[in-house]
């Protein structure tokens, strides 16, 4: 008997609690996201929640900021204060 799916690591499924250290944030916090619709995509079968790989990283590489100078940060609010006075 063939087996037609084929295994991807990728897709493999990770647990909350296993997830929220990959994060280096409490599985309480992944909970909250996930009630709000944010943090990383998740996967639902039953009551079962998992993170796949793919998700963890695509949430990390959303999550990642460029540093300002603190030369620009002043630059930008002196920007937006003139422009709600005028």
């Known amino acids: 008997m063939s087996n037609d799916l084929e295994f991807d690591p990728d897709e493999r499924g990770i647990s909350p609690a296993k ?16 009630s709000q619709g944010r943090g990383p995509r998740y996967r639902k079968i039953g009551r079962n929640v998992e993170y796949t790989p793919r998700f963890i990283r695509e949430f990390q590489q959303a999550s ?10 002043r630059q930008r609010r002196a920007m937006a204060s003139l422009s709600r006075t005028t």
């Open 64 to 73: 990642e900021r460029t540093p300002e100078s603190a030369s620009v940060r």
């Open 19 to 34: 997830t929220a250290a990959i994060l280096n944030v409490e599985e309480e916090t992944l909970a909250t996201w996930r």
